[in-house]
């Protein structure tokens, strides 16, 4: 059970009790109804926002591995017992298939709610981090679908970003410039595991060799 659950049956709970209390000595305490009501439709809002993001992202994720079991959001009280530095994580089952869905970080997953939802104009110029976020999503999806180097899980994902971030909204030339601003400011720099020199164009990781497209 995690934190949140236990906030909301505690929450709901002091309710109930301080409704049955008033009702019985006929005065009902509101300002102490109203202390507890508030932060429990907040926390409710917030869960429906957070669930309404990850049916969004499970199935772009979905789009790339067909059958799996999409994406999970980090909430708040899951941060405080996180200590990984992966933006986002699948775990795998004894015989390599995925076990169960995708974690993305809770500050990853916010990034990739706040590109969803930025304007048409705003997508023009993402933040670097909305862009990361993206590519995190259509990195996961690319090990859900049972890829497992991470150099050529990166690979393939970068030639996915366009038609995950047009999933996300984009139109088709602000797909592809985020997949290029992926390629040429973030790709550079992540660790030498995550790069192999198989990855350019017309090389074997090419999904569409012997054409100019690339990524
Ligand atoms: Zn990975």
Redesign the pocket.
């Known amino acids: 059970m995690g934190l949140r659950t236990v906030v909301v049956v505690a929450l709901a709970a002091w309710l109930g009790w301080l409704l049955a209390r008033g009702i019985l000595r006929r005065a009902v305490p509101w300002i102490g109804i109203a202390v507890i009501a508030v932060p429990l439709v907040a926390l409710f809002w917030t869960e429906r926002q957070w669930v309404g993001a990850e049916q969004r992202f499970t199935a772009i994720a979905r789009s790339i591995a067909p059958g799996s079991a999409g994406v999970h959001c980090q909430r708040l009280g899951e941060t405080f017992t996180y200590a990984g530095a992966?933006l986002?994580?699948?775990s795998y089952a004894e015989d390599g298939s995925a076990d169960g869905p995708a974690m993305v970080t809770y500050e990853t997953c916010q990034h990739l709610s706040d590109y969803w939802r930025s304007s048409a104009a705003e997508k023009d110029a993402p933040p670097l981090e909305q862009v990361i976020a993206v590519h995190v999503l259509t990195?996961?999806a690319r090990?859900l679908a049972g890829d497992r180097s991470?150099s050529e899980?990166?690979c393939r994902a970068m030639q996915s970003d366009a038609d995950v971030a047009q999933r996300l909204g984009a139109t088709p030339s602000q797909a592809r410039a985020l997949a290029v601003t992926y390629l040429i400011s973030v790709h550079p720099r992540m660790p030498v595991a995550?790069r192999t020199t198989d990855c350019r164009p017309d090389g074997p990781l090419d999904r569409t060799p012997r054409d100019r497209l690339w990524p």
């Open positions: 992966d986002g994580r699948v990195h996961e090990h991470e899980t990166e995550y």
